[in-house]
C-alpha cells in the first residue's frame, strides 16, 4: 500500500513539473516575438498624473 502511495505522488509530482515546463517553454516562445511591455512606458488613455494643485488635489475633510 505505501508503495503505491509512493508511485503516486511521484506521478503526480511529474505531471506538476511538466506542466510548469510547458506553461514556462510557451511563455517564453510567445513572448520572444513581441517583446515585455511594461506599464510604465504606457502612453496611450488613462487618467492623467494628478500634480497637488486645483479643486480636486486636497481631499482633506473639512469642517
Known amino acids: 500500500m505505501a508503495i503505491l502511495l509512493v508511485i503516486g ?21 510567445r513572448g520572444r516575438g513581441r517583446g515585455h511591455r511594461s506599464l510604465r512606458d504606457d502612453d496611450g488613455g488613462g487618467a492623467p498624473p494628478r500634480s497637488g494643485g486645483g479643486a480636486g488635489g486636497d481631499r482633506r475633510l473639512r469642517v
Open 9 to 29: 505522488g511521484l506521478v503526480l509530482t511529474g505531471l506538476a513539473a511538466g506542466f510548469l515546463l510547458a506553461v514556462s517553454f510557451g511563455d517564453r516562445r
